[in-house]
C-alpha cells in the first residue's frame, strides 16, 4: 500500500471519527435536555397529584352549612 493511500485512509477515519464525536456530544446535549424536561414533568405531576388527593380528602368530609360564611362576612 502506497503512502499516499495509507494518509488518505487515516484522513478519512480521523473525519470519520471527528462526526462521530460531534453527534455523540449532539446527543449527550439532548438526553441532558429531556433529563431536565422529565424532571420538571415529574414535579409537576407530583403537584397535580397533591392537589388532587387535597381536593379528594375535602369531597370525603364537607364541611356542614354552619361551617360556611355567608358571602358578606
Not at 7 to 20: C, F, G, N, W
Not at 23 to 45: C, H, P, S, T, V
Request: glycine share 2%; proline share 4%; aromatic share 6%.
Amino acid at each position: 500500500m502506497a503512502k499516499a493511500d495509507l494518509q488518505k485512509r487515516i484522513t478519512v477515519l480521523e473525519e470519520r471519527l471527528s462526526y462521530q464525536q460531534r453527534l455523540l456530544d449532539q446527543l449527550n446535549e439532548e438526553i441532558y435536555q429531556m433529563g431536565k424536561a422529565l424532571a420538571w414533568a415529574n414535579q409537576r405531576l407530583e403537584l397535580f397529584n397533591r392537589k388532587v388527593e387535597s381536593l379528594e380528602g375535602s369531597l370525603e368530609n364537607p364541611r356542614s352549612a354552619e361551617e360556611e360564611r355567608p358571602p358578606h362576612y
